[in-house]
């Protein structure tokens, strides 16, 4: 059988350095991805994991895009990424630390 959870977007993240549930999501997808997990060809999806913009709240938590200045700014909902990040919260990404946002390592320092 399948676990329904509900899941309120705009609920309280469940772990500190996130402004929302949605922006923690969102933060785990990454997570998720950055460690081996696999999509499917799909250039919607895509297009849709790579379209928000992240920045930081007044109180230096990890903010996604709002969904509603997202769909000003590229003229569709993300709603496959939004799925996608539902499915994999509960594959153990819900943990995802704030860390995990640290910049990237200069490729050219490896020269």
Same mark, same amino acid.
């Given at each position: 059988?399948?676990?329904?959870?509900?899941?309120?977007? @705009?609920?309280?993240?469940?772990?500190?350095?996130?402004?929302?549930?949605?922006?923690?999501? /969102?933060?785990?997808?990454?997570? /998720?991805? *950055?460690?081996?997990?696999?999509?499917?060809?799909? *250039?919607?999806?895509?297009?849709?994991?790579? @379209?928000? *913009?992240?920045?930081?709240?007044?109180?230096?938590?990890?903010?996604?895009?709002?969904?509603?200045?997202?769909?000003?700014?590229?003229?569709?909902?993300?709603?496959?990424?939004?799925?996608?990040?539902?499915?994999?919260?509960?594959?153990?990404?819900?943990?995802? *630390?704030?860390?995990?946002?640290?910049?990237?390592?200069?490729?050219?320092?490896?020269?």
């Amino acid at each position: 059988g399948l676990d329904i959870v509900d899941v309120q977007y @705009a609920s309280s993240a469940t772990c500190e350095g996130y402004s929302r549930l949605r922006d923690q999501l /969102w933060c785990c997808l990454r997570t /998720w991805l *950055k460690e081996g997990g696999a999509i499917c060809d799909s *250039k919607p999806l895509a297009a849709d994991i790579t @379209a928000p *913009k992240f920045g930081f709240d007044v109180r230096g938590r990890i903010k996604v895009e709002g969904k509603d200045d997202l769909k000003k700014r590229i003229g569709r909902s993300p709603d496959h990424a939004d799925a996608l990040a539902l499915a994999v919260f509960g594959d153990g990404a819900a943990v995802a *630390k704030f860390e995990v946002f640290e910049p990237d390592p200069d490729p050219e320092d490896d020269a």
